[in-house]
């Protein structure tokens, strides 16, 4: 067997080296901080829900609505929550999209995830109307991003799991996003037909929330740890 050139080497050894992401703050490379903006995201937004509904007189976490929060005293926190939510999935979606073996849908799938942070931000910009008052486009456009958002998320979420099942870091995860995305679908299918005046509507829509946010929250650490092992 010949022997391969020296300059061939050196430049195998540079091209592996440019493969791996650099360390940018202490063990976390560009991916790791990807992933942090997922994992953070979730808590952002739990916190600033229950600060604002626990510091509203007369606000119950079970009976109302998660937009009608917005309209309270410290609404703005419940804002501040939703805008960092989904700037934060934003950010961390470009991480799946560089961390998992794409197959079919996978490119689909991301961009609908995008468009999922995007109308995160868009729910946390718009107030909702008060209920009795008169339409606004301010608050259509929070009712539509919302229907919008939690329509695209099942869907998304069903067009990955084809590359989750393919790639062998993220296959042991297939199952549980294939039932994430079906719950979602059968929430938001049964929200249709439930009244806003529904004793415990705003539980129903937290338990929608949760298994969405839940998700990223399940992907991100994953994504984190994929990270750490590389380096």
Not at 23 to 46: E, Q, T
Request: hydrophobic content about 50%; some cysteine.
């Amino acid at each position: 067997m010949g022997t391969k050139p020296l300059h061939y080497l050196n430049r195998t050894i540079i091209v592996y080296h440019k493969s791996r992401p650099r360390s940018i703050l202490g063990p976390l490379n560009v991916y790791g901080i990807l992933a942090l903006a997922g994992v953070v995201g979730p808590f952002v937004l739990i916190c600033a829900d229950l600060t604002a509904a626990l510091s509203a007189p007369g606000y119950n976490l079970i009976r109302d609505s998660i937009s009608s929060l917005a309209l309270a005293p410290m609404g703005w926190l419940q804002t501040i929550g939703f805008l960092a939510v989904g700037l934060l999935t934003e950010i961390f979606v470009a991480g799946l999209l560089f961390n998992i073996r794409g197959g079919r849908g996978f490119k689909l799938s991301i961009g609908l995830l995008v468009c999922f942070g995007f109308g995160l931000l868009l729910i946390g910009a718009f107030r909702t109307d008060p209920v009795g008052a008169p339409h606004t486009i301010e608050g259509t456009i929070h009712s539509v991003t919302a229907t919008t958002v939690f329509w695209l998320f099942p869907i998304a979420v069903l067009l990955l799991t084809p590359s989750l099942r393919s790639d062998s870091y993220w296959k042991d995860i297939y199952v549980y996003t294939v039932v994430t995305s079906v719950l979602a679908l059968a929430l938001i299918t049964g929200r249709v037909g439930l009244p806003a005046q529904l004793s415990w509507f705003g539980l129903y829509e937290r338990i929608l929330v949760a298994n969405m946010i839940i998700w990223v929250e399940v992907m991100a650490v994953r994504l984190l740890r994929l990270s750490l092992s590389r380096e």
